[in-house]
């Protein structure tokens, strides 16, 4: 089945560390790629979005992530994270930004910084 | 500004029992988008509108799921006859564009089934 994988379930790092956050997907052809983060208690909120030219996407909060459509990653990093980066970052996928607009997102990695 | 508005928060119900979500967007978006998050979860898409017309329902998992938008704001998703399975949180997003991208997502309606 077609789908979006992180493969880092739970991230425990200490302040000022790099982050970086993978994600794959299964779909071929046209993708939108995006990183949604969520702090505890809070919505989900956008990150960074791909949808097409330089690869190197630049998000809010010092994040930024590569789209390598041969790997099919769109990994996201960030060189160095703060306490308050502490949340659930969920990576999404628009598998057909023609003709439909769903997103399909993976299962999530919680990242704890601490102190 | 105001953002994506979802009711209840909270919502206790007992198996069998249909139960009515709100979702508020935020003013003048043309997408609504309604998805289902169980624990531990990525949201999994359930149901897209673009103004009153409902484009995809392909997510919704059974016949008891049912959404709409009749005047192509609030929108209102009903599952009747619950099952402990339907317990999750239920998230509304919209967006100002007809290719509902980026999507701007709600607080949330969390559902526990007894």
């Known amino acids: 089945a077609q789908s979006v994988s992180q493969h880092n379930h739970h991230v425990i790092l200490s302040e000022a560390a790099s982050l970086e956050l993978g994600c794959n997907y299964s779909y071929g052809g046209t993708v939108n790629l995006f990183w949604y983060v969520q702090y505890p208690g809070q919505h989900l909120q956008l990150l960074l979005k791909?949808?097409?030219?330089?690869?190197l996407v630049k998000g809010i909060k010092g994040f930024e992530a590569e789209f390598i459509k041969s790997k099919f990653s769109f990994n996201l990093r960030k060189p160095s994270v703060q306490w308050s980066d502490t949340a659930e970052y969920f990576c999404?996928?628009?598998?057909?930004?023609?003709?439909?607009?769903?997103?399909?997102f993976g299962k999530g990695t919680s990242l704890l910084v601490t102190p | 500004g105001a953002g994506v508005s979802q009711s209840p928060r909270y919502k206790v119900a007992k198996r069998g029992q249909d139960v009515a979500l709100r979702c508020d967007p935020i003013?003048?978006?043309?997408?609504l988008f309604w998805y289902q998050q169980a624990l531990g979860q990525g949201p999994e898409f359930l149901t897209y509108?673009?103004?009153?017309?409902?484009?995809?329902k392909s997510g919704l998992p059974s016949d008891r799921f049912f959404a709409e938008r009749p005047e192509g704001s609030v929108s209102t998703l009903k599952i009747q006859r619950t099952q402990q399975e339907d317990s999750a949180v239920y998230l509304c997003?919209?967006?100002?564009?007809?290719?509902?991208?980026?999507?701007?997502f709600g607080d949330g309606t969390r559902l526990s089934i007894l």
């Open positions: 509108f673009q103004n009153e017309a409902q484009l995809d």
């Open positions: 997003a919209s967006s100002p564009h007809r290719g509902g991208q980026p999507q701007h």
């Open positions: 999404a996928v628009n598998p057909r930004p023609n003709s439909g607009y769903a997103l399909n």
């Open positions: 791909y949808f097409s030219g330089d690869p």
């Open positions: 003013s003048g978006h043309v997408s």
